[in-house]
């Protein structure tokens, strides 16, 4: 397995954050990985990104979990789980009215040793992410 793990507190509402994840349109905005986001980010969707991490390449995923204002989930892969990559979004109300959030992304499958090393580190982006996603909620 290889996974790659982002953390952050968030001063607004959980829905406010869900708002902002779930219209792709304007990721670019806020994510300075991001490229462009195409599809309906909602269960059972197709999303295609487009990431400066790999600026040639498309990254279909499927919408695989959707519970508003809590979490979601994107999967991606092979048949018969040879390769998979599934990223977690997760969003824990807290009493003070603020939001933990946290991005996860977790690769697995048989065929990981072969293409893990040709996964590029995205310990930055997913930094950039989060932190962008937080300044994009509390402004």
Do not use: C, H
């Not at 695989?64 to 204002?69: A, L, N, Q, S």
């Not at 040879?82 to 996860?104: C, I, P």
């Amino acid at each position: 397995m290889k996974m790659y793990n982002a953390a952050i507190n968030i001063q607004a509402p959980p829905e406010k954050i869900w708002g902002i994840l779930t219209d792709g349109a304007q990721w670019p905005e806020w994510d300075p990985s991001a490229i462009r986001i195409e599809g309906r980010i909602a269960l059972g969707e197709t999303v295609t990104a487009y990431s400066k991490l790999s600026p040639n390449r498309a990254f279909p995923v499927k919408v695989t979990e959707f519970v508003p204002g809590r979490r979601m989930v994107w999967a991606s892969g092979m048949p018969l789980g040879l390769f998979k990559g599934e990223r977690t979004f997760t969003l824990a109300a807290r009493g003070d009215g603020s939001v933990d959030f946290t991005l996860r992304e977790e690769f697995t499958g048989l065929l990981l040793p072969l293409l893990g090393a040709s996964l590029p580190d995205m310990t930055a982006a997913f930094q950039g992410f989060v932190a962008g996603l937080k300044a994009r909620a509390e402004g």
